[in-house]
């Protein structure tokens, strides 16, 4: 399968997981209805946004996979015969909880999952409270539909997640996300974390010759503890080929899913012309397994 049409549907969330579903079931059934054959969702798509403050109650929300929501959105995969990239909050064990995204096949079967690796504790984004750093490395997941680089948000700022992922043969580089502004914040200042975060997942997709699907969410969350204005969730979800260049690009504050054609075959194309997997210095790259060179 070279030509794959891909869909990421980008909305704001209740507080209600099965509002949120109603909703996010609707636009798959939709997208495949356009011809989807891979539909990515956003990071934690069941409910808010919990990260912003740090209660121990939002434990509750998190589930065992397979659970509840696998056979949701398993039985949607197959009712419409598509690949779904799924982002839950998953409860391993009693105290051991990830932010795992699972791929589930067109059979309704999982295909695999993936739990993030890097994981931020900022102001706003308190992740270390609630997740343990994943341990199943940068593994592509196998699918109907090609080999799946799936990463989550934090980890899209990170070049070797998405190198690691390009050398094990992933054929795309996937990121649902939950990322926004501080209203803090001056326009100029939010224009450029924007600019950034655009720009460095184009770069991963340049520097691999693969394409890329990042899939934000949108609206303003409010910060339960009330110690900061919450966050505005700035969407402008896309889709790029290869080389950077759009296909599909979102808006900042619409429930919108957008749409590509992705012809896998011009990755073979573009790391002929650009052989970066043949030119690195892996023989002068001992201290990138460092945390800083003194």
């Not at 399968?1 to 939709?30: C, F, G, R, W």
């Not at 699972?102 to 308190?126: C, N, T, W």
Request: one cysteine or more.
């Amino acid at each position: 399968m070279s030509k794959l049409i891909v869909a990421a549907i980008q909305h704001s969330n209740s507080s209600d997981p099965k509002e949120n579903q109603t909703y996010i079931a609707q636009q798959i059934e939709s997208a495949s209805q356009a011809g989807a054959q891979l539909v990515v969702l956003q990071e934690l798509h069941q409910s808010l946004y919990f990260c912003q403050s740090e209660d121990t109650n939002q434990f509750d929300l998190a589930e065992t996979i397979p659970g509840p929501s696998t056979t949701f959105y398993g039985a949607l995969a197959k009712k419409h015969q598509v690949v779904i990239v799924t982002s839950l909050f998953e409860k391993r064990a009693p105290g051991l909880y990830h932010n795992t995204a699972v791929v589930l096949e067109k059979d309704g079967s999982i295909a695999g999952q993936y739990r993030k690796m890097h994981i931020p504790d900022d102001p706003g984004f308190y992740e270390k409270f609630y997740f343990t750093p994943g341990d199943m490395g940068f593994e592509p997941i196998n699918t109907s539909v090609g080999k799946l680089g799936v990463l989550v948000c934090w980890d899209q700022w990170f070049p070797e997640g998405a190198r690691l992922m390009a050398m094990a043969g992933a054929d795309l580089l996937i990121y649902p996300t939950a990322i926004g502004w501080d209203l803090d914040d001056d326009s100029a200042e939010q224009q450029r974390q924007l600019d950034a975060w655009v720009t460095v997942q184009r770069s991963h997709a340049i520097t691999n010759g693969l394409p890329v699907i990042s899939c934000n969410r949108i609206g303003h969350e409010v910060d339960p503890s009330r110690q900061t204005k919450g966050i505005q969730f700035w969407g402008n979800s896309f889709i790029a080929g290869p080389q950077g260049e759009f296909l599909a690009q979102s808006t900042s504050d619409k429930n919108e899913t957008i749409f590509a054609t992705i012809d896998k075959s011009r990755s073979e194309t573009v790391r002929r012309i650009w052989p970066y997997l043949r030119d690195r210095r892996i023989d002068h790259y001992q201290d990138l397994t460092k945390l800083f060179r003194d």
